[in-house]
């Protein structure tokens, strides 16, 4: 994909210093190198929507544990990085791949796609009876704290509609939005970061790389939280009052006989 002499710096089969810096824009460059293809303006332009929808969503465990790393250990900023990313998993990041991987599963069954609203709808709600007789969450589905609806999520739709890029992994998704309520019996939201995992599984990034992208808006969305520490620290109060405010607990009968053992 890239190589480098003693005088030039090649990527992609050009030239980097004279074709690519300058004009080319980092999310267009990472998306070229995974897909191997220079991506469509419509194509970063939703690509890059969804970096800047997961770059940062305030105090979450991935943010309060880069900001205490780095509380801990100044002089190891990729520490303090590291430690954040290290954090995105199934509750928080991890359900960009969830989502995506979910989708791609449901439509890898199919010898065709739904033609008509109406047949994705049947789709969808033949597939969340599926998983609620199974006892299984579907992923993007419902939010912690957005409960009456993502904000990221109906701009995500339109910038993928009117870039002409809404493929089946978003109209599945959609269409479960509008069809879970009559099997779950209860309404919950799509989320943006599962919206994100749809809309990047229509512009053919694999699945299982998904999570990725995720992670790699979080690191844009970690390191402004760290340059934040630096401005107006908020580590050592944190650590302070989880600290002073912890309650003693007495080890259980039988543990200190089992740690003689």
Known sequence: MGTSTE??????????????MGQVGFGELVLWMVTQKRPSPGRVRLFEACLVALADHGFTPTAIAARLTYLSAPDSLQGALAAGLLGGGSRFLGVTEDTGRFLAD???????????????????????TRERTAKRIIPGLGHPVHKQGDPRTPALLRIAEEEGLTGPHLR???AIGRTHERVLGRR???????????????????????????????????LGQLAEERRRPMAMDTYLLVDRNATYTAPEDGDDDALRD
Do not use: H, K, M, Y
């Open 106 to 128: 449901v439509l890898a069954q199919r010898e065709d796609e739904p033609a008509t609203e109406a047949e994705w709808d049947a789709l969808a709600e033949e597939v969340v």
């Open 7 to 20: 005088s030039t710096i090649s990527l992609l089969g050009r030239d980097l210093a004279d074709d690519l």
């Open 188 to 222: 919950l939201v799509l989320n943006g970061a599962g919206v994100c995992g749809a809309a990047l599984a229509d512009l053919d990034l694999p699945p299982d790389l998904l999570r990725g992208f995720a992670l790699l808006a979080r690191a844009g969305g970690l």
């Open 172 to 174: 599945l998704f959609e």
